[in-house]
């Protein structure tokens, strides 16, 4: 592996963050179901706007438990991009439901309202829109979508904590919203995940697919007494170290979002004077939270003669995402080049992801930009 001099992310940690962790660790009880967990679901919940929230141990388990407490399955019709993370598409598949893909649209890189229409039939049960990068996606439009077709609509907002439209948080339009805090995100534990919702009935079902199905009226590993176990369910809780470093970073998450548009502020400055190049676009009313920062490139051949050239200079960069249906598995399973996504496929096709972390030294954003702008001039 190469020793980046500019990694693709850094975690920025502070000294609360060490403390936080270290008085659970000190403590030498209660690392499970501990009471950072409860705090951590509180304060997520009030942040983004929802009634309740459930941590769990990742994105994707929090993605799968929202299909099962939406009681989803065999022979349904789940409507997904592929313009994303697999996860998305797998957890469909985890709920044995048929992930159908629908291409999105340039503006976001989110499912394109007009296209999902032509999708949905008697068999459609459900619709996961994500929210690209750290921006929303035309989530106002799909909600519509979704009310008027009665389907559920589960938020993919992994990657977009903190991202607004016209003050609205996302997470607040679906009946469930699915947040990650792996280690590249806007908020990390190194790893972790949650479920906001408005729906006691949901939080409940929830609580119960987190903990193996048992009804949890006290701490299971300090109480004596017995524990019924009225479904099925998995162990997918969140641990309270896991918890307490999540509450750490929450504290401070509108300082790590400003810090992160701050960066991304100078390399749009930057980058947007080389016509080849297109930085970021954020709708009016819209708030990036900027998790990733990705240009759209003329094409695959510049995209990748311009991660050679950076690698060569210390600099990291990554494509997200290829598309799902053309990974080995999916076309393994029935998914291949038949299925027309178009704008996906070209957005895969030039996309490419820089550095962005709240800790970028100003030198560090100008030795991206001059080597980037180096790299045109060259192909000039």
Not at 2 to 23: C, H, N
Not at 149 to 163: C, F, P, V
Not at 264 to 290: D, E, T
Request: charged content about 25%.
């Amino acid at each position: 592996m190469p020793k980046w001099k500019i990694p693709l992310y850094k975690v920025y940690a502070d000294e609360d963050d060490v403390k936080s962790v270290s008085k659970v660790i000190r403590r030498g009880m209660d690392w499970a179901i501990g009471p950072e967990i409860e705090l951590f679901e509180k304060l997520l919940a009030k942040y983004v706007g929802s009634d309740y929230c459930v941590a769990f141990n990742s994105g994707t388990s929090a993605l799968h438990a929202s299909l099962l407490a939406a009681g989803l399955g065999t022979n349904e019709k789940i409507l997904v991009p592929s313009f994303t993370f697999i996860a998305t598409a797998n957890c469909v598949l985890m709920v044995r439901a048929t992930p159908t893909f629908v291409d999105i649209e340039e503006e976001t890189f989110g499912l394109n309202p007009e296209l999902i229409e032509h999708h949905v039939d008697r068999k459609t049960r459900c619709i996961i829109p994500v929210h690209y990068a750290g921006m929303a996606c035309k989530i106002q439009e799909i909600t519509e979508i979704s009310k008027r077709n009665k389907m559920w609509l589960i938020e993919d907002a992994a990657e977009s904590l903190g991202a607004k439209i016209n003050g609205k948080m996302v997470g607040t339009f679906g009946q469930m919203s699915v947040f990650s805090f792996a280690g590249n995100k806007v908020l990390t534990a190194g790893e972790g995940g949650a479920v906001t919702t408005n729906s006691k009935s949901l939080f409940e079902k929830l609580k119960l697919i987190r903990s193996h199905g048992r009804v949890d009226r006290q701490n299971y590993f300090s109480s004596t007494s017995k524990s019924d176990y009225v479904t099925i369910g998995y162990n997918w809780r969140m641990s309270s170290m896991t918890a307490a470093l999540a509450v750490s970073q929450l504290r401070k998450i509108e300082k790590l979002i400003n810090l992160r548009c701050k960066n991304a502020g100078y390399l749009n400055s930057r980058l947007k004077r080389l016509n080849s190049i297109k930085v970021p676009q954020v709708p009016p009313g819209y708030r990036h939270a900027y998790q990733l920062y990705s240009i759209l490139l003329p094409n695959s051949g510049f995209r990748n003669r311009l991660i050679d050239y950076l690698a060569k200079r210390g600099i990291m960069t990554k494509i997200f995402f290829d598309p799902i249906h053309l990974t080995s598995f999916y076309k393994k399973i029935g998914y291949d080049k038949k299925l027309k996504l178009q704008v996906t496929e070209s957005v895969s096709q030039r996309i490419l992801t820089l550095p962005m972390y709240p800790g970028l030294k100003k030198e560090e954003l100008e030795y991206i930009c001059d080597s980037i702008e180096e790299f045109v001039e060259h192909k000039k």
